[in-house]
Every structure is written in C-alpha cells, then in structure tokens.
C-alpha cells in the first residue's frame, strides 16, 4: 500500500505544480481511498499547500516576479479568510463540510472547463 501511497503522491504533486489543484484531488484520495476524516484531510492538504507554495514564493521571488500591490490584498484576505473558515469548521457538522466542500470542487472544476483561456500578452 505504501507504494500506491507514494505514486499518489508523486501523481497529485505533479498535478499541483502544473496549476491543476492537487490539492483538491489530494483531499479526494485521502477520504475516499485512505477513509481518513474531511477534516483531518484538509489539515493535510494545507500542510501539502504551505510546502508548495513556499517552493513556489522562493522561485518566484528569485526571478523577480512578485507583484506585492496585488499580492497584499490577496495575503490580508485570505488570512481573515482562513481564520474565519477554521473557526468555522469547528461548529459546522463534519458531513456539511463535505458536501459544501465537494460543491465547491464540482463548480470550480466546471468554470475551469467551460472558461475561455486568457491570451497571454
């Protein structure tokens, strides 16, 4: 099992780092496949986020590609975001959280498929 464990791993990290959201496939895997609590999977992938997105910032930062006028709104947002969503969490019945969750995948993955990609200038 540690082996599917790892090519799992190996599969959605690829899929992250091309901008895919492994994290949401992550999140799939760890409750369907490893029957590991909704919850407790998202604390996962935030964990899995935090690594990414650091090695992201880094190399982004080395080259010189950070727009801290849009990043900062972006930074105190999504902090009151994330408090606001783990406080939350914590009243909110585990089985509406998933259900509010897999929505939340379903309509994010049905804007991703019927939008017109932007034109690179």
């Known amino acids: 099992m540690f082996f599917i464990d790892l090519l799992a791993g ?3 990290a690829a899929l992250a780092g091309l901008g895919v959201g492994g994290g949401g496939i992550l999140v799939i895997y760890l409750t369907i496949v490893k ?3 909704q919850i407790e999977s998202q604390g996962i992938n935030l964990l899995f986020f935090i ?3 650091a090695s992201s910032l880094t190399i982004h930062a080395k080259k010189r590609k950070l727009n801290l006028k849009k990043m900062l709104p972006a930074i105190i947002f999504g902090a009151i ?3 606001a969503g783990s406080l939350l969490a914590n009243t909110v019945d585990a089985a509406l959280v998933k259900r509010f969750f897999g929505g939340f995948l379903l309509v994010s993955g049905l804007i991703e498929l019927f939008s017109k990609p932007e034109k690179n200038n």
């Open 51 to 53: 690594a990414a997105g």
């Open 10 to 12: 190996i599969f959605i």
């Open 35 to 37: 029957n590991i609590p």
């Open 81 to 83: 975001g994330a408090v």
